[in-house]
């Protein structure tokens, strides 16, 4: 079965740098979630579309932006990159309102160095 | 304010022993809980979820969860663990207020021993 595709796994950037992670949800999952998982934290929430409107705001930095596109796919674009950047990039669809759970993408992980 | 609490930072539990790992919530109105899985390096996996109905859910993996309203709980068990269960563990609510979000425990480390 179609899963959550993030792109890419892995990146490695500098600092002041910039980053865009992109995330293809599941076929007909209408909303999008993007988390960050600090090393050994738990996920936290940052922002989230449904039918390509931003549907809830939650801990992103002013220095990140995130959009969803008419193919449901969304990108995280992140500016400035600080060290404490460096996390683990969950992207997550589901439908609707996602009261029948999410399916989560296997994460980008951002290392700024 | 919404809120799930995951008591325990890691529990070890010898294979073939059954296995609890702890959540309580904290939500006004009736929440919905999830239960995820997330193995090293991965994204989490739906483990189960309690939207309404009878208090013992069933998920994936032989994994079970018991609501609780009057304790405010939602712990996850499973009658016999395997050492293949060790993972981190998550306990989520969601909460139909029109926000599109869960918020999620701080996780509980499972370790089975062999």
């Known amino acids: 079965a179609a899963g959550v595709i993030q792109s890419p796994r892995h990146l490695i950037k500098e600092k002041r740098e910039t980053a865009t992670l992109k995330c293809y949800p599941i076929p007909r999952h209408d909303t999008v979630y993007w988390y960050q998982q600090g090393p050994g934290q738990d996920p936290q929430f940052l922002i989230s579309?449904?039918?390509?409107?931003?549907?809830d705001k939650g801990s992103i930095p002013d220095r990140f932006s995130a959009q969803q596109f008419s193919d449901y796919h969304s990108e995280l674009n992140m500016s400035s990159l600080e060290l404490g950047d460096s996390a683990l990039y969950f992207c997550a669809s589901s439908a609707g309102t996602g009261v029948d759970g999410y399916t989560f993408g296997s994460g980008t992980r951002l290392t700024v160095v | 304010a919404q809120s799930v609490a995951q008591p325990e930072d890691q529990v070890n539990v010898a294979e073939g022993n059954p296995l609890t790992v702890k959540c309580t919530y904290s939500v006004s109105g009736n929440p919905y809980l999830f239960w995820y899985v997330q193995y090293p390096n991965r994204g989490l996996q739906f483990l189960l979820k309690y939207i309404t109905g009878d208090n013992l859910v069933k998920g994936s993996y032989g994994f079970e969860a018991e609501f609780n309203k009057s304790q405010t709980s939602f712990h996850l068990k499973k009658p016999s663990a395997l050492v293949s269960d060790s993972a981190l563990y998550f306990c989520?609510?969601?909460?139909?207020?029109?926000?599109?979000?869960?918020?999620f425990g701080t996780g509980t480390r499972l370790k089975v021993l062999a």
């Open positions: 579309f449904y039918e390509k409107m931003q549907s």
């Open positions: 989520a609510v969601h909460h139909l207020s029109g926000t599109y979000k869960y918020i």
